[in-house]
């Protein structure tokens, strides 16, 4: 039939489900907020559409074609025109073993898919897992796994900026310490990218003494990291460094014309600084600074066209930055509203995942029409 979209900001699940209706559905994906777990929205929703695999995950903030969601949950469906074949599977101990966790969710994928020519034109991807996890450790493994070449995107879950406790959902199962994935046989084509708005700078400098497991970086050019960085933006010490700081003036890895933005958000003992995606010692970075992020959404748009004449839907992974950004400057309608054309949904992540772990980005997939 057709991609279809809802949304509630409350846990009206029948509504909800009632408008993703439709015959013969495949897939459905969907976000919601934490404190709609005790409502059970994984199980409303496998009930309601017993032979399709459903994947979820919680969200701070959605997205959908009838307006951005603060709270509440948001939802799209794809029927038998849009998907062939659906393989999912989900894996617990993210948090103490992201690796081990992907791999097992790997080779069970793999015997799923054993017998089918997996090719990444034709099948996609969609991971979520704890927000609270070392998700660089996970989607490295998928995207190095050789047996499972295709696009793997999607995003880490969130909570209100609370940092307890983050969920993932696949059929009827729910949990705070897992890995879910869905991977799709398409019938239509589609399109992922990845865009950051921010632009590098020409000031770049050596990370030299870091400790990735903990997302900290303890020493840039040979300095302490913190004080080096204040320095770097005008400040008088480590002590005047500021959220906005972080939000406003990100580190970047710069590929070609291609940014990979790493945020750092905390000051640690004065002298290491936390990022949202973990820096190895030896990597060269740039200073980025604040470009416009609604300008830049429209030529994700624009670029999606380009390759697909007729998009009719979208998944979007936004990072809780933009959307932390998006508050301050009020543009969240004005965001959504970029999309609107769209039969979409989306939500915003504690990391966003398109071959590696991102942050400050929007990765997005674009699903075109029926051939």
């Not at 009930?47 to 307006?67: E, L, R, V």
Request: proline share 4%; aromatic share 10%.
């Amino acid at each position: 039939m057709a991609i279809k979209v809802s949304s509630r900001n409350n846990g009206d699940f029948a509504g909800l489900i009632q408008e993703i209706d439709q015959p013969n559905v495949k897939s459905v994906i969907y976000f919601y907020s934490v404190e709609l777990e005790p409502l059970q929205p994984q199980k409303a929703i496998k009930d309601a559409f017993p032979k399709a695999q459903c994947i979820g995950a919680s969200m701070i903030g959605g997205w959908n074609t009838n307006g951005a969601v603060a709270r509440g949950i948001t939802a799209m469906s794809l029927s038998s025109d849009e998907v062939d074949q659906v393989f999912t599977v989900i894996k617990e101990g993210v948090k103490d073993d992201p690796r081990g966790a992907a791999r097992k969710a790997i080779e069970d994928l793999k015997r799923s898919l054993a017998g089918q020519r997996v090719t990444p034109d034709e099948y996609l991807g969609i991971i979520v897992f704890d927000g609270l996890c070392l998700g660089e450790e996970i989607i490295r493994e998928f995207t190095m796994e050789k047996g499972l070449t295709i696009p793997m995107i999607g995003g880490a879950a969130a909570d209100e900026l609370e940092f307890k406790r983050t969920l993932v959902s696949l059929n009827e199962k729910m949990s705070g310490d897992g890995v879910a994935v869905m991977v799709m046989k398409m019938k239509i084509p589609f399109f992922f990218n990845h865009y950051v708005h921010y632009i590098p700078t020409n000031t770049s400098f050596l990370i030299t003494r870091a400790e990735p497991a903990k997302r900290i970086v303890w020493e840039i050019d040979g300095k302490p990291a913190a004080p080096y960085y204040a320095n770097i933006l005008g400040l008088k010490g480590a002590e005047e460094i500021q959220h906005s700081h972080f939000a406003k003036n990100p580190l970047g890895v710069v590929i070609g014309e291609t940014v990979y933005t790493r945020s750092p958000n905390a000051v640690i003992d004065g002298t290491g600084l936390q990022f949202y995606c973990y820096i190895e010692a030896g990597t060269k970075v740039h200073l980025l600074k604040q470009g416009d992020l609604l300008k830049n959404s429209r030529n994700a748009l624009d670029e999606a066209r380009e390759y697909l004449p007729d998009i009719q839907g979208a998944l979007l992974f936004n990072c809780i930055l933009r959307y932390l950004e998006m508050q301050e400057y009020k543009t969240v309608d004005a965001f959504n509203d970029v999309f609107k054309p769209l039969s979409f949904i989306g939500f915003n992540t504690f990391g966003e995942e398109l071959f590696t772990h991102h942050n400050q980005t929007l990765t997005a997939v674009f699903f075109g029409g029926q051939q």
